[in-house]
């Protein structure tokens, strides 16, 4: 093994040890207008009792210097959990993106 990656693989090890679980941050998504209205979703039937729909949004896309549409979807939440979707938020001179997550009742 090379000795660049044996140093970082101890290095990781020893973060592990130190700090307990090594968690990335989510980089942060910023566009200098706000977005359009929320287009309107037809929701489709469920797939099943247990899906909940979790609900489309604009996405900045940074080389185009343009929001694009991310469709909604079905998923299945661990139970006693529920979903807070993404919203974009005014930062800064520009907006934010917050990531929705899923989150315990």
Same mark, same amino acid.
């Given at each position: 093994?090379?000795?660049?990656?044996?140093r970082?693989?101890r290095?990781?090890?020893?973060s592990l040890?130190?700090?307990?679980?090594?968690?990335?941050?989510p980089?942060?998504?910023?566009?200098p207008?706000?977005?359009?209205?929320?287009? /309107?979703?037809?929701?489709?039937?469920? !797939?099943? &009792?247990?899906y909940?729909?979790? %609900? @489309? =949004? +604009?996405?900045? *896309?940074?080389?185009?210097?343009t929001?694009?549409? /991310?469709?909604?979807?079905?998923?299945v !939440?661990? &139970?006693?959990?529920v979903?807070? %979707? @993404? =919203? +974009?938020?005014? *930062?800064?001179?520009?907006?934010?993106?917050?990531?929705?997550?899923?989150?315990?009742?």
């Open positions: 093994m090379p000795r660049s990656i044996s970082l693989l290095l990781a090890a020893l040890l130190v700090g307990g679980c090594v968690v990335a941050q980089a942060v998504i910023a566009a207008a706000p977005p359009p209205p929320p287009q /309107v979703e037809i929701v489709p039937v469920a !797939p099943g &009792p247990a909940v729909w979790v %609900p @489309g =949004h +604009w996405a900045w *896309r940074p080389r185009l210097a929001y694009a549409w /991310v469709p909604g979807f079905y998923a !939440p661990q &139970p006693g959990y979903y807070a %979707p @993404g =919203h +974009w938020v005014p *930062r800064g001179g520009g907006h934010v993106w917050i990531e929705g997550r899923w989150r315990l009742r």
